[in-house]
Nanobody, 124 residues
Framework: QLQLTESGGGLVQTGGSLRLACTASERTETRYAIGWFRQKPGYEREFVAGLNRSGGYSMYSDSVKGRFTVSRDHAENTVYLQMSRLRPEDTANYYC?????????????????WGQGTPVTVLS
């Protein structure tokens, strides 16, 4: 069964940057689309960014478009989320998920595998 592990979270000042990593236990290229989501206490998990199965198409939520970039390192079975110009409202636990949907998805229920999450705190 596919296992996902997130890393790279931490504390950062407003305007700073962090790079999150989602490392898979097996090859995901062409097999799974990967999505990044975040969840704040008391809120539903929300879509942030994602890559389709080939890695050739990315999508972003409106709140992070232009600030976050998702990319894939095929050799490392890792998908990165580069976060720049961070804001206090970006504070959340960040999760990566894997789905068989070729184009990826913004819908939580369409993801079959999840990591444990990594916390991001943006200080004002």
């Amino acid at each position: 069964q596919l296992q996902l592990t997130e890393s790279g979270g931490g504390l950062v000042q407003t305007g700073g940057s962090l790079r999150l990593a989602c490392t898979a236990s097996e090859r995901t290229e062409t097999r799974y689309a990967i999505g990044w989501f975040r969840q704040k206490p008391g809120y539903e998990r929300e879509f942030v960014a994602g890559l389709n199965r080939s890695g050739g198409y990315s999508m972003y939520s409106d709140s992070v478009k232009g600030r976050f970039t998702v990319s894939r390192d095929h050799a490392e079975n890792t998908v990165y989320l580069q976060m720049s110009r961070l804001r206090p409202e970006d504070t959340a636990n960040y999760y990566c998920g894997a789905t068989r949907y070729y184009s990826g998805s913004r819908i939580v229920s369409q993801y079959s595998f999840w990591g444990q999450g990594t916390p991001v705190t943006v200080l004002s």
